[in-house]
């Protein structure tokens, strides 16, 4: 059963940059798109981006522009560039390769002055 890991979360105040790191335990990188969701307070589960194993990729129109989601399968590793963070960014970010529907542990990202 393979296992996603997390990490790259953090405090950063609005306007800022934080990268997000989801590596896979097995050697051979899933086969499947890839996607991040986050989680916050008191709301449900969303959809943030997902890239299939080609590279391609696709966002929720609240981040368009600004986060850039990205995979190196030679590192079993998929990323989340966020720049230009906003409050509302604040939440838990999981990673989950779809077809397997395994999820990581998530990590949280805090948007504060």
């Known amino acids: 059963q393979v296992q996603l890991v997390e990490s790259g979360g953090g405090l950063v105040q609005p306007g800022g940059s934080l990268r997000l790191s989801c590596a896979a335990s097995?050697?051979?990188?899933?086969?499947?798109?890839m996607g991040w969701y986050r989680q916050a307070p008191g709301k449900q589960r969303e959809w943030v981006a997902h890239?299939?194993?080609?590279?391609?990729?696709d966002y929720t129109e609240s981040v368009k522009g600004r986060f850039t989601i990205s995979r190196d399968n030679a590192k079993n590793t998929m990323y989340l560039q966020m720049n230009s963070l906003k409050p509302e960014d604040s939440a838990v970010y999981y990673c989950?390769?779809?077809?397997?529907?395994?999820w990581g542990q998530g990590t949280q990202v805090t948007v504060s002055s």
């Open positions: 989950r390769d779809h077809g397997l529907n395994v």
């Open positions: 097995r050697s051979r990188f899933s086969i499947y798109t």
């Open positions: 890239i299939t194993i080609l590279g391609n990729a």
